[in-house]
């Protein structure tokens, strides 16, 4: 993954703090990617640590997983989607719900430092693409993202497949979703067990992973 476009060579800065999107301040919106990124950064942080769960796919099984790990901190590279391509509020609880759907299925250890900035772009695309009416072409998703045009388009369609093209989600999944991510206490905790457990329950309430162990997601 390369992050090497400079800033300056993306042609527009569509937010200021004082805008809204839609009905939502714009503050909300970074507010709330500001709390889905934490919570990323601790999926990442347990699926790293020494004794931890090892992931239930190797990093060779899935277009998500970079070689090598992005330089980039999880932070930064959340400023530049937030910063360049701006969307609804509603898009950026859609890409935590879709996130959260892909560890229902395959463990929250698919998230670890070699997959957690495409999933995080993928599923941000495809958010933008179904709750906005108007949304950036994906050579420039791409150019933000740090990846090929064509690797991106390859990260949709797997993200899509994934989750069978099933992209709305029902008012009681949103609502939850939402109230999840305005939960500061419960994201962050006293402590990092204690926070981890809140994120880990939240995210795999049930494990199915032990029957997808066995799909090949670069098919």
């Known amino acids: 993954m390369d992050i090497a476009v400079p800033v300056g060579d993306i042609p527009h800065d569509l937010w200021g703090t004082d805008k809204a999107v839609g009905e939502t301040p714009a503050a909300v919106v970074v507010e709330t990617l500001g709390n889905l990124t934490t919570i990323l ?6 699926a790293g640590r020494p004794g931890g769960v090892p992931g239930v796919l190797a990093s060779e099984d899935t277009l998500f997983h970079a070689k090598r790990i992005p330089q980039i901190a999880l932070e930064d590279y959340a400023d ?9 509020y509603a898009a950026f609880v859609y890409t935590f719900v879709y996130i959260r759907r892909l560890c229902t299925l395959f463990g929250h250890t698919l998230v670890n430092a070699h997959s957690v900035h495409r999933i995080l772009c993928a599923c941000h695309v495809v958010a933008a693409k ?7 072409t994906n050579s420039f998703y791409a150019r933000v993202g740090g990846v090929s045009r064509n690797e991106l388009n390859a990260l949709e369609v797997q993200l899509l497949a994934l989750l069978d093209f099933r992209v709305h989600c ?7 979703a939402e109230t999840f991510l305005r939960d500061k206490e419960a994201i962050r905790g006293e402590t990092r067990e204690v926070a981890y457990s809140a994120v880990q329950s939240w ?12 799909r090949n997601l670069r098919t």
Do not use: H
């Open 41 to 46: 950064e601790r999926m990442v942080t347990e």
């Open 80 to 88: 530049r989607i937030v910063r360049y391509c701006p969307s609804s």
């Open 130 to 136: 179904f709750c906005d009416d108007v949304f950036e």
């Open 170 to 176: 029902t008012p009681a999944e949103f609502a939850n």
């Open 203 to 214: 995210f795999c309430p049930k494990s199915s992973a032990s029957a997808t162990t066995s």
